[in-house]
């Protein structure tokens, strides 16, 4: 019975990582694009013909570029990742930013 919820408790993992990194990032890439054409306003929205477009948000263009940021940072580190097991090193999080050590 014990291998059975060990098996259960892994496939919740993998299913947690995989909705965090298979469709949350690419949702916060949307997210941030959106942030974007509203930091923008004007014509990057989309309003009624005839109509003047709402008045840009500087706090969107800031928190786009930051959804970015941490998009890019997810992808860094994800080929830092398999770039270090290539190597035979692991990456480690026992400080606040991961560093690559080697495998025990």
Not at 63 to 83: E, H, K, N, P, S
Request: glycine letters at 14%; hydrophobic letters at 55%.
């Amino acid at each position: 019975m014990h291998n059975l919820e060990f098996s259960l408790q892994a496939a919740w993992r993998v299913l947690l990582v995989g909705l965090l990194l298979g469709a949350g990032l690419p949702t916060l890439f949307a997210l941030g694009v959106r942030s974007l054409a509203w930091g923008a306003g004007g014509d990057a929205e989309v309003h009624e013909a005839g109509a003047t477009g709402p008045r840009a948000q500087p706090i969107g263009t800031v928190l786009g570029w930051l959804c970015f940021v941490v998009v890019l940072l997810g992808v860094a580190l994800g080929i830092t990742y398999i770039v270090a097991s290539g190597f035979g090193k692991a990456l480690s999080f026992e400080h606040i930013y991961p560093t690559i050590v080697t495998k025990k």
